[in-house]
């Protein structure tokens, strides 16, 4: 439950819900994100938009690693695991983990908005 209303209200937020053509650029990410987890998370993202969902994962997942104190990557990373998992079983393992990257996502940064193209959304 509580993984479907995060996943809901990340495609519902106001902006771009999916991944644009365009590149996010590193100026676009929320403020608190080093350069070494901002390239993971630019390669992340290039590769979700492309469906390689297994490549995203790796990469978040050193964004991640480089990062520990930013959002982004948790978000990302469950999102990513989200996709992963999407057509299995409602209480699948991989849909579990995807709870708790976007709890530990909004726990960092309850405010944190995804940036999927050219345009950040920032906070109001």
Avoid at 25 to 51: E, V
Avoid at 94 to 99: Q, Y
Wanted: glycine residues 4%.
């Amino acid at each position: 439950m509580l993984l479907s209303a995060l996943v809901l209200a990340a495609v519902l937020a106001p902006q771009d819900p999916a991944p644009s053509a365009g590149a996010v650029k590193s100026a676009d990410m929320p403020a608190g994100t080093t350069a070494a987890a901002q390239s993971n998370i630019d390669a992340g993202l290039a590769a979700f938009k492309k469906r390689r969902f297994a490549a995203a994962e790796a990469d978040f997942t050193k964004a991640k690693d480089a990062d520990p104190a930013s959002a982004a990557p948790y978000f990302y990373l469950g999102y990513t695991y989200y996709k992963l998992a999407e057509k299995k079983r409602p209480f699948h393992p991989d849909k579990e983990k995807a709870k708790e990257m976007f709890a530990k996502a909004y726990s960092i940064d309850p405010g944190f908005r995804p940036v999927w193209g050219e345009k950040a959304a920032r906070k109001p």
